[in-house]
């Protein structure tokens, strides 16, 4: 198909319309993706639809609830950012409810990243006689479950080294000049970030040291995140917020325990996605391990100095073996600045 056709223009109008509706699932869906879907006839959207969370109808479903009239469904077209379903879970087979409403054509974003499953809702449609297109606008479909795939195919979370810092990497204000390095408008887009994750996880020396609630705060009908401590032998505090407030019951202590094995018990657990938020041990044994996945670093215009540096652990043998950034991305918040990237590995 000829990439200036009107069929492939349109198509990846209408898959941009999906991606906007599997987006206003972010957050809430774990362990299931993020995924949208609209029902085109006619050159125009008829219904509209996304998977709200797990347990509860997928966005393909949604979508066919959402027609004025079921009929309108034969042989119309159905834009979706993942393959269709083919295997029984919480909920029935999509492509099955696909294949019954008649619908002429499926145009897909993203395959299927379970390798038991890729390819077997195409097959399956294919089959029925309904034309399959796939790979509009992959890579935005992709990312955009980029901890869901991480976590299917490796069975661990995706792990996100979150930190606030100063210009010469270190974590906090000299003693008693106050808690934050960063500015308020920096604080509220981490906050965004850790409404989008499963879990945040600490060290004990952190729980005791800044007694940090790691709730989302300012994000409207954000999911909580779990609290995750790692510990060693010494008790934790057990009057710490983390134990006392409202969201008590979604804190999890390990103890004497390495990172990467409380990491394989997160992802047995479904927890698909995890934001490393300290402090110096745990991010020195993260990156020693090669346990990180993506970086989210906020850092503020302020030369601190002090030993407490954002990064511990032994360190890189040569700037060879020093982990990189790929595609790294720079973003001015005020005075601040974010920098966001995939760690090469």
Not at 3 to 24: Q, Y
Not at 36 to 62: L, S
Not at 250 to 265: D, G, I
Request: with cysteine.
């Amino acid at each position: 198909m000829d990439d200036e056709s009107p069929l492939a223009i349109s198509d990846l109008r209408f898959m941009r319309a999906a991606l906007v509706e599997a987006r206003r699932g972010l957050g809430h869906t774990s362990p299931n993706p993020a995924v949208g879907a609209v029902i085109v006839r006619g050159g125009r959207i008829v219904a509209r639809g996304f998977h709200h969370a797990a347990g509860q109808p997928h966005a393909e479903i949604e979508a066919i609830h959402a027609l004025k009239n079921p009929a309108l469904a034969e042989g119309a077209t159905i834009y979706v950012t993942l393959e269709p379903c083919s295997t029984h879970g919480r909920t029935p087979p999509c492509v099955d409810a696909l294949i019954a409403a008649k619908f002429a054509r499926v145009v897909i974003g993203a395959i299927d990243p379970n390798p038991a499953h890729a390819g077997r809702g195409v097959k399956r449609l294919q089959r029925a006689g309904i034309a399959v297109t796939s790979g509009i606008l992959e890579a935005d479909c992709t990312e955009l479950n980029a901890a869901f795939n991480h976590w299917i195919v490796t069975g661990f979370p995706l792990v996100i080294a979150k930190a606030g810092m100063s210009l010469d990497g270190r974590l906090t204000r000299p003693p008693g000049e106050g808690q934050w390095l960063t500015s308020e408008a920096a604080r509220a887009d981490a906050h965004h970030l850790r409404a989008q994750v499963d879990a945040i996880l600490i060290g004990a020396g952190t729980l005791r040291a800044d007694n940090p609630r790691l709730t989302v705060r300012g994000v409207p009908d954000a999911r909580q995140p779990w609290r995750i401590v790692l510990a060693g032998e010494k008790p934790v505090p057990r009057k710490a917020h983390l134990f006392t407030d409202a969201h008590r019951a979604r804190t999890l202590v390990f103890r004497r325990q390495s990172l990467r094995a409380v990491l394989r018990e997160l992802g047995r657990r479904q927890i698909v996605s995890v934001l490393l938020e300290g402090g110096t041990r745990i991010f020195g044994e993260a990156f020693d391990r090669r346990l990180v996945d993506r970086v989210q670093f906020y850092v503020a215009p302020l030369l601190c100095g002090g030993p407490a540096v954002v990064v511990g652990g032994k360190g890189a043998g040569s700037t060879a073996e020093s982990l990189a950034l790929e595609n790294p991305v720079y973003t001015p918040i005020g005075d601040d600045l974010r920098l966001t990237g995939r760690v090469v590995r």
